[in-house]
């Protein structure tokens, strides 16, 4: 599942307007190589939780948020894959925080000035759109 955040952690950390965070079952996501390689430092999300950052030391681009060993699903940076043709977020998020000039069809994805309630909505949304 897909989203844009617009979020300013997600502005810094993608150094661009909006953050893509692809949810991805944990069990489903396997590094090909490097993986060994990643860096890792630590935040917090809004509720304290401690929230994994991985990164390529290299060229410094953040890979994914989470644990893969406790968490059911992590957060994948969506602009990060190779291929990004048919990436299309379910929802923008902290549309409070967006950027002023950023134009949201709000007719084709739910739109959330902060954080949603219930993600679990955008999972439906997600499947629903049978991708
Ligand atoms: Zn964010």
Redesign the pocket.
């Known amino acids: 599942m897909l989203y844009a955040?617009?979020?300013?952690?997600?502005?810094k950390?993608s150094a661009s307007a909006?953050?893509l965070?692809l949810i991805v079952a944990s069990a489903d996501l396997e590094f090909t190589r490097g993986a060994d390689q990643l860096r890792c430092w630590q935040t917090h999300a809004d509720d304290g939780s401690a929230k994994p950052c991985h990164f390529c030391p290299r060229c410094g681009t953040r890979l994914y948020h989470g644990n893969l060993d406790a968490d059911d699903s992590v957060s994948v940076k969506g602009g990060t894959l190779d291929q990004t043709g048919d990436l299309e977020p379910v929802a923008h998020?902290?549309l409070r925080s967006a950027q002023p000039w950023i134009e949201i069809d709000r007719a084709r994805y739910a739109c959330f000035d902060t954080e949603p309630d219930d993600r679990d909505e955008l999972m439906r949304r997600w499947r629903a759109r049978g991708k």
Do not use: L, N, R, T
């Open positions: 955040c617009h979020c300013s952690d997600c502005q950390q909006f953050g965070s998020i902290w």
